[in-house]
Each structure stands twice: as C-alpha cells, then as structure tokens.
C-alpha cells in the first residue's frame, strides 16, 4: 500500500474560540451601533422635538381643563385662533414670496387638496375633544393611541414607507407604555368613574374617527413638507383652517358663550395660552417631520400624557401613581427601539426633501 502524503499528514490548526469571537465581535457590533444610535444628533433632535410637542400637547391638555371648569366647552372656537395665527405668520410669508410656488398659485392650482386637508385637521380636532363629552378620559386614552397604526399603515400604503420588525417592535412596546399610565391613572382614581358618561359608543366611535382623521392630516403633512416647503403646508392649512373653524364654530357653539365674560383673567389667560401652545405644536411638528416622519413624531408625543398627569398633580389635585415613571420609561425605550434603523423608502429616487 501506498504511504499517505505528507500533505495528508498535516493537522490543520484548528481555532477553537473561533465562533465564540465571531459571536462576541457581532454582539459588541450591535452595542455599538445601539449606543451610536442613541447619542447621535439625529436621534436626540427627535427625542427632544417629541418632548418639546409633548409639553406644548400638556400645555393645551391642562388649559382646556381649565377652560371647561370655568364652563368653557367649545373645542372648534378654541382652535379658530390657532388657525388665524397660522394664516397671519405663514400665509404672510407665503403672500410676500415670489418665484413658482406663490400663495395664489398654490390655491388656484392645489386648493381644494389643502382646502380638504384643513377640513380633516379641524374635524380631527373637533371629534377628540367632543368625545371626553360622551365617555371617560381612559378611553380617549386608549382610542387616541389608535393613531400610531393608522399612521404607520397609511404611511405604507401612500407614502411607500417600508418598515422594519424594529420599528414594529418599538411602536408595540410604546402602546404598552401607554397602557401602563392609563392602568396609573385608573389606579391612582384621578378621573370620574366611566359610569358617569352619558354616552360611550358615542364617545368611542368620535375618538376612533378623530384619531384616524389626525393620522390622515399628519400623513398629508409629511408628503407636503417633504415635498414643498414647511410654511406652505402651515400657510395655507392657516387660511383654510380659520374659514373651516370659524363657521363650523358659529354653526355649532355659539350658544355657548352667552354670558360668558372674555375679559375676565381666569377666562382670557387660558384660552391664549392655549392658541400658543397649539400654535408652536403646529409649527414644531413640521420640522420634527421633515427630518423624521409621522410616525416616529407621533410616537415621540405619547409623553405627552405623562406630563399632562404630572401638571395634574399640581393643577387639578390628581394622586401621583409610581406607574408613571414605569411607564414613561417603556415609551422611551420604545422611541429607542424605533430609532434604531431608520425606515426606508420602497420605491427609489422619491422627490428630495426641501428646506
């Protein structure tokens, strides 16, 4: 028999470590591009724009409630200003503007669209407050978050967005937080039992409808502002806005303010610090999505329900629940999750975005 070859002698040295190193490198890989994705600029630019519109969220949540203790319930007349103020800033930039894209041009051309879209923003507006009239602040709760999967399907389906099972995952985990300060706030009692509504289906079905109309608006929103610019979208919502507002709330709400006295601090201080706030919330979120998108701003503002609770605590006498702390700490790490990839687009060479 032949002797074997040298070659076939050879022991190959064989690494043993070798797949636990592979296994240690790719998970210090993901820590890393975890951590880098956390502390990079991107990524706090969402997280504190989210915070920024929760506050102004908070803002106009604690002045309504003021409002209506002083028997103020007229949820389109409290938009109308924000609306007018929106027309005098950037219908005024829009008008002194020249070149293709001037006011007159975009109505003649594209009014109907905006004209459409401010309708949906008022009604959204108007069905979300309507529905604390009819169920519990729970349920609003619950139905309002309603908005983070309508916006991340039509998303999909009109802006062609293609999601990743992190961007999955972190909106879930976000609704959990979501739950966890309503399960805090139903514990802690802070809101009159649901047996003191005067009409749940009703109330259920408005903020199911609301919800779906906000997400409609701010999917609207993403395309123009990504598209065109950010005062034509604020601009011409603004001069829409107040027409649509303004008839609907002399239609609907003008019995209401019979002796009511609009001088008066208690009335007067609420309601304009409520303009402001919805003001810069509208002014805000333009920016938070054109460097982001819809949904990811959306679900940056569910902190918005924290903080309206801790005001309450000092405004509105609520109890103070350690579940919120929990529970804000599951929405931020739910931003986290939904940060760390960013969404794609699923068809190429989509229109720039503009400054």
């Not at 706090?44 to 203790?69: I, W």
């Not at 669209?113 to 108007?126: R, S």
């Not at 103070?320 to 931003?335: N, S």
């Amino acid at each position: 028999m032949d002797e074997e070859s040298p070659l076939t002698q050879v022991d190959l040295p064989v690494n043993e470590n070798y797949e636990k190193e592979t296994l240690d490198s790719t998970h210090i890989s993901c820590a890393n591009r975890w951590f880098e994705k956390i502390f990079s600029r991107e990524f706090a630019k969402t997280f504190f724009t989210g915070q920024f519109l929760s506050l102004m969220l908070c803002g106009t949540a604690v002045t309504s409630g003021l409002l209506q203790q002083y028997g103020i319930n007229a949820p389109t007349s409290q938009c109308f200003l924000n609306y007018v103020l929106l027309s005098i800033v950037y219908g005024g930039y829009l008008g002194c503007r020249s070149g293709e894209r001037t006011l007159s041009c975009i109505i003649k051309t594209q009014g109907w669209k905006y004209a459409l879209l401010a309708v949906i923003d008022v009604e959204a507006n108007y069905l979300v407050v309507k529905a604390y009239s009819f169920t519990s602040v729970t349920s609003v709760q619950v139905l309002d978050s309603f908005s983070i999967p309508a916006v991340m399907l039509l998303s999909y389906i009109f802006l062609r967005v293609k999601y990743h099972i992190s961007h999955i995952i972190g909106a879930i985990i976000c609704l959990i937080g979501i739950g966890g300060l309503i399960l805090a706030d139903v514990l802690a009692k802070n809101h009159p039992d649901i047996s003191q509504a005067s009409n749940i289906p009703v109330g259920d079905v408005l903020c199911i409808f609301g919800a779906i109309l906000y997400s409609v608006s701010n999917v609207g929103e993403e395309y123009v502002v990504k598209n065109f610019a950010r005062s034509e979208f604020l601009g011409i919502i603004g001069i829409f806005g107040s027409f649509v507002s303004g008839i609907q709330a002399i239609i609907l709400e003008r019995d209401r303010f019979e002796g009511v006295d609009f001088l008066s601090v208690k009335i007067l201080l609420p309601w304009i610090l409520y303009s402001i706030c919805l003001f810069l919330l509208y002014s805000i979120m333009t920016i938070g999505i054109q460097y982001t998108s819809a949904a990811a701003i959306n679900l940056a503002i569910l902190s918005a329900d924290f903080y309206a609770l801790l005001v309450g605590v000092f405004v509105f006498n609520y109890t103070f629940h350690i579940l919120y702390f929990f529970a804000m700490a599951f929405i931020v790490f739910g931003i986290i999750v939904y940060s760390i990839k960013d969404t794609e687009n699923r068809v190429p060479n989509t229109p720039q975005q503009l400054d």
